[in-house]
């Protein structure tokens, strides 16, 4: 089996298993029990809060763990509210929160940039939330997220000059990004940050909302007060510990490992487009994620592709798994304009730990033969 | 160590972790993608819903999971909205949520009992849910659910008789009682119920809400669809599937570990209770879980018998975990009337898995050497 689909889920590291292990068993105690055992394992799970905060650049107290990225989106949108700005081309999770409030999506552009200038046209005297990923889970493009921090810190000083105080703050999905990209919060001036550990080689339904000291969240899943009272339930310590070993690993091999994806991806790429000169690479070809490669091949239906190569131990995606599953055409696609012919014949092809030099070869020409053997049975 | 503790948190069986391994590393694969290995996946999380569903008496394709007893309580109250009545002594999940809605709170009466009569007094014409846990988490009173069940019925058919087509649910947290008495939804007569995997050796941050195909759950964390359409995010692969391991072991296993604790709890209790002709035994001596002490020693401050009895290795809870952590004082024993002298002098304890014969008796004899010693201190 060679794994190529690294955006949608990562296998746990033995090493954040390892890390989990004993407060499955040993050392299962509810952290808000006022015995020391008890005590011990609160300890830990702040002090692994700590860890995850010092990959990224912040406090451990200023983060909410949250069970996964999706509700640490929702948390973000239900605590500041008001008018909110974000793209087209955002995960499923932001344009679904959005549209409990009032919104403007702006557009991306054609390699799915969403540029700082956009961002300045829609914000509205009332924008208190302007949410961008760092990285598109699609077409792996990087947003220059501090140039449209920039824009929002201009507001906000145009703001107070005239005696306005009503916030606005940036917020960013990172998920994608944390294990290729430097996610430091002050360098990339957000307010607000969501990771999910599932994507980083963590545990699934296990992530968190950092925010500024200055933000004041609201509680959205309300009861015994856990974590400063913002997020209740009983705490996710095996899961915390783990993400926390993740984040560490990341910080550790992020400049080895995305050296390595980026060499892998770009021979891939060259290996693809040299053999079909009519394939189309989507995404920005320069500020992208180092193991990402979105790839069509005009004409040709990518769902057969994918069950051909399937079939010979390949998996691949040809949309974000949640889109795929409902059967539609990626939003991501449509947003950035590529013609229904293109679209539907794309393969995203997402590289990881579990990607090495003898396997991508091997994929590159196991895709070759399937996309060949498809363009022949569609004769062209 | 001896645990006493087990209604604040459970070891993970080691039967459940064995279940979940597979899930964190061979098969991490997101349910959502379309190749097989994916697929595969998805038919083990939707069977591990249906073992679940079994379990209650009900269909996997009605159970929703989420990150524990409170996200499901929270998700139920969102859901129905309207007029909601609870009572004095629910858990503070109950007690947070409750306020967002016009509520009517029920006084539980002396020995923790919600009765049925309350409930019906309660109700008004624009009551939509009626949430009672079926049994209390600090003095273990089972609630008499049924009766309340046909109090709600009687409502249902007295407005459609009148044409109001107003619904009325029933919603009750069970999650401390599944590993003790029968939770099947049909015989206990609720539309939803709420279970935590972490209070029945299962993983912490799994817990689930079931609702019968005539309740309209509203989506309250928004996003890529899951769960269909009411919870979005990645599923909890492993955990649920450590959930459903959890709920098979709890069913087959319940009718002999009820019996087994009920007869260590009452020798336990009789130890006590001869030991210190003043001591007050709180909650329903009958319909009390199987597992459940609740004993309070008038007149010692039980946090520094705690204390006293953590050197010795024995681990009890004052209140409810999250309360203790608070230092306030439960408001369960403030609901149920017992006089500060009384409450401040009470011993949670909860046996469970961990609980022998042997440990239990050494565990009541290192408690009446410690209270012992309190009552000298305090000259009483």
């Given at each position: 089996?060679?794994?190529?689909?690294?955006?949608?889920?990562?296998?746990?590291?033995?090493?954040?298993?390892?890390?989990?292990?004993?407060?499955?068993?040993?050392?299962?105690?509810?952290?808000?029990?006022?015995?020391?055992?008890?005590?011990?394992?609160r300890r830990s799970y702040d002090a692994a809060k700590d860890t995850i905060g010092r990959a990224i650049g912040a406090r451990g107290d200023d983060i909410i763990i949250t069970?996964?990225?999706?509700?640490?989106?929702?948390?973000?949108?239900?605590?500041?509210?008001?008018?909110?700005?974000?793209?087209?081309?955002?995960?499923?999770?932001?344009?679904?929160?959005?549209?409990?409030?009032?919104?403007?999506?702006?557009?991306?552009?054609?390699?799915?940039?969403?540029?700082?200038?956009?961002?300045?046209?829609?914000?509205?005297?009332?924008?208190?939330?302007?949410?961008?990923?760092?990285?598109?889970?699609?077409?792996?493009?990087?947003?220059?997220?501090?140039?449209?921090?920039?824009?929002?810190?201009?507001?906000?000083?145009?703001?107070?000059?005239?005696?306005?105080?009503?916030?606005?703050?940036?917020?960013?999905?990172?998920?994608?990004?944390?294990?290729?990209?430097?996610?430091?919060?002050?360098?990339?001036?957000?307010?607000?940050?969501?990771?999910?550990?599932?994507?980083?080689?963590?545990?699934?339904?296990?992530?968190?909302?950092?925010?500024?000291?200055?933000?004041?969240?609201?509680?959205?899943?309300?009861?015994?007060?856990?974590?400063?009272?913002?997020?209740?339930?009983?705490?996710?310590?095996?899961?915390?510990?783990?993400?926390?070993?993740?984040?560490?690993?990341?910080?550790?091999?992020?400049?080895?490992?995305?050296?390595?994806?980026?060499?892998?991806?770009?021979?891939?790429?060259?290996?693809?487009?040299?053999?079909?000169?009519?394939?189309?690479?989507?995404?920005?070809?320069?500020?992208?994620?180092?193991?990402?490669?979105?790839?069509?091949?005009?004409?040709?239906?990518?769902?057969?592709?994918?069950?051909?190569?399937?079939?010979?131990?390949?998996?691949?995606?040809?949309?974000?798994?949640?889109?795929?599953?409902?059967?539609?055409?990626?939003?991501?696609?449509?947003?950035?304009?590529?013609?229904?012919?293109?679209?539907?014949?794309?393969?995203?092809?997402?590289?990881?730990?579990?990607?090495?030099?003898?396997?991508?070869?091997?994929?590159?020409?196991?895709?070759?033969?399937?996309?060949?053997?498809?363009?022949?049975?569609?004769?062209?």
């Amino acid at each position: 089996m060679i794994y190529l689909d690294h955006a949608a889920a990562t296998p746990l590291d033995p090493k954040v298993l390892a890390a989990m292990m004993p407060y499955f068993s040993d050392d299962f105690f509810n952290p808000s029990a006022p015995y020391a055992p008890a005590i011990m394992v609160r300890r830990s799970y702040d002090a692994a809060k700590d860890t995850i905060g010092r990959a990224i650049g912040a406090r451990g107290d200023d983060i909410i763990i949250t069970a996964g990225a999706t509700e640490s989106i929702n948390l973000a949108f239900s605590s500041i509210g008001g008018h909110v700005v974000t793209a087209n081309i955002e995960h499923h999770a932001v344009l679904a929160a959005v549209k409990n409030f009032e919104h403007t999506i702006v557009e991306a552009d054609s390699r799915a940039v969403v540029s700082a200038e956009s961002i300045r046209q829609a914000i509205r005297p009332d924008t208190r939330l302007v949410s961008i990923a760092l990285a598109n889970n699609e077409v792996g493009t990087i947003q220059p997220l501090r140039d449209i921090a920039e824009v929002i810190k201009k507001e906000r000083n145009a703001r107070l000059a005239r005696g306005d105080h009503t916030p606005i703050y940036l917020h960013s999905d990172a998920s994608q990004g944390v294990g290729q990209l430097d996610v430091n919060v002050a360098r990339l001036g957000v307010d607000l940050l969501t990771l999910n550990a599932a994507k980083v080689y963590g545990p699934k339904q296990v992530g968190l909302l950092w925010s500024a000291p200055f933000v004041e969240l609201k509680p959205y899943i309300v009861g015994g007060g856990q974590e400063r009272g913002i997020r209740s339930g009983t705490e996710n310590v095996a899961g915390t510990i783990g993400f926390a070993k993740a984040m560490e690993l990341a910080s550790e091999h992020r400049g080895f490992e995305s050296k390595r994806l980026m060499k892998l991806r770009d021979t891939m790429q060259k290996t693809l487009t040299d053999a079909f000169a009519k394939a189309v690479l989507s995404g920005h070809q320069r500020h992208r994620l180092a193991g990402h490669l979105h790839i069509s091949f005009p004409g040709i239906d990518a769902e057969r592709v994918l069950f051909g190569l399937e079939n010979r131990g390949v998996l691949v995606a040809t949309g974000s798994a949640c889109a795929a599953n409902k059967g539609t055409r990626s939003h991501v696609l449509n947003a950035i304009g590529l013609a229904s012919e293109v679209a539907d014949g794309s393969l995203r092809i997402t590289l990881g730990h579990l990607s090495t030099d003898e396997n991508c070869q091997q994929a590159a020409a196991i895709i070759i033969e399937e996309v060949t053997k498809e363009y022949a049975r569609v004769g062209r």
